[in-house]
């Protein structure tokens, strides 16, 4: 099982930056991948960035060049450095880890959730 504590996040102008970061209570070099999504007021729940256990990060395209997705093994922390922010980023930010174990000698596939952390862009 993997534990996810979110913190960071706020309220900030228009232009400005922020860093969410994501504490696993796992190594997170164990974990398959960790993603960063968000959800607005009446929309569904997208997808911002990505980051798997080999490094690689993929962002959606509503962010590219704005958003950094990064860890930290040691602290077994996942952040994300959101700068040049816009209101329509505003929503709720949520954690999320993929983490893949045998059990009974099968993969085993399981998702686990941060507590979720408002971002409020506005003037």
């Known amino acids: 099982q993997v534990q996810l504590v979110q913190s960071g996040g706020g309220l900030v102008q228009p232009g400005g930056s922020l860093r969410l970061s994501c504490a696993a209570s796992k190594s997170i070099v164990e974990i398959n991948r960790i993603s960063w999504y968000r959800q607005a007021p009446g929309k569904e729940r997208e997808l911002v960035a990505r980051?798997?256990?080999?490094?690689?990060?993929s962002y959606a395209d509503s962010v590219k060049g704005r958003f950094t997705i990064s860890r930290e093994n040691a602290k077994n922390t996942v952040s994300l450095e959101m700068n040049s922010l816009k209101p329509e980023d505003t929503a709720v930010y949520y954690c999320?880890?993929?983490?893949?174990?045998?059990?009974?000698?099968?993969?085993?596939?399981?998702?686990?959730w941060g507590q979720g952390t408002q971002v409020t862009v506005s003037t």
């Open positions: 999320n880890a993929l983490y893949i174990d045998l059990y009974n000698n099968r993969a085993r596939a399981q998702d686990y």
């Open positions: 980051i798997t256990s080999g490094g690689f990060t």
